[in-house]
């Protein structure tokens, strides 16, 4: 039992639910709240009665606690999982971005008061909907670096199809200097190596935000 648990547990880490049935999926589920069992049976049950993961997701606790062997804890972490999946599958969670607009409206009031140069990435899917905003590097007052390494990471955890730079300058001036041209550069043919796109870069002063692709300063 121990070993068909971790195996499961193994095969999720390597690729996701990739490749997982309805039952194996719903099995990992349910692990983590009847410990110490085998699941490979209640599982089956509960598609029997329910017909597919999907139908079971929809159930209340009520419902899934009419399956022997569901207690409360399995059928508030069942319902726990579809609503928090419903919560990132809602507009709100699908902001997206289309142009130099949307990402002045969305840092305006994250970076250009900030004392600190703060290096950051948004990150999107292929649709241009936003996934996450990362931190990359904290710098002092003039400077900052970027290893590569830090980026790559980010887009692998958030299966990120593309990349739009973002760093601060407290000093006030938008100017992008040499450094920034240069790791831009860096970064986009890390991202045509690694098949992620460096959408945009963006610098970002209290007052002003700029973009390096509208200036035309993305082409290599």
């Known amino acids: 039992m121990e070993g068909h648990r971790k195996r499961l547990i193994e095969r999720f880490l390597k690729a996701g639910i990739k490749g997982f049935t309805d039952r194996e999926a719903l099995e990992l589920l349910l692990t983590y709240a009847i410990p110490r069992k085998d699941m490979r049976n209640l599982s089956e049950e509960l598609l029997t009665k329910f017909g597919s993961l999907k139908n079971i997701l929809k159930q209340p606790p009520a419902n899934l606690m009419l399956v022997n062997g569901i207690g409360q804890s399995a059928a508030a972490l069942i319902s726990l999982f579809s609503q928090l999946n419903a919560i990132s599958e809602s507009p709100a969670y699908k902001t997206k971005i289309t142009g130099p ?4 409206d969305y840092l305006k009031k994250r970076l250009g008061s ?32 970027v290893y590569p390494r830090n980026l790559v990471e980010k887009v692998i955890a958030h299966s ?12 006030g001036r938008t100017d992008p ?22 959408l945009d870069h963006f610098i970002v002063t209290e007052n002003e935000i700029i973009s390096l692709k509208a200036m035309g300063l993305l082409d290599r």
Do not use: W
Request: net charge negative; glycine share 6%; proline share 1%.
């Open 114 to 145: 900030q004392r600190r140069e703060r290096f950051s990435a948004i990150l999107l899917n292929s649709s241009n909907s936003l996934l996450a905003e990362v931190d990359l590097e904290y710098g002092t007052v003039n400077r900052t670096q």
């Open 160 to 171: 990120a199809a593309g990349v739009i730079l973002v760093h601060n300058h407290p000093g």
């Open 101 to 104: 607009e949307e990402v002045a």
């Open 177 to 198: 200097s040499r450094e920034d041209l240069s790791l831009t550069k860096k970064l986009i043919k890390l991202g045509e190596e690694m098949d992620f796109r460096i």
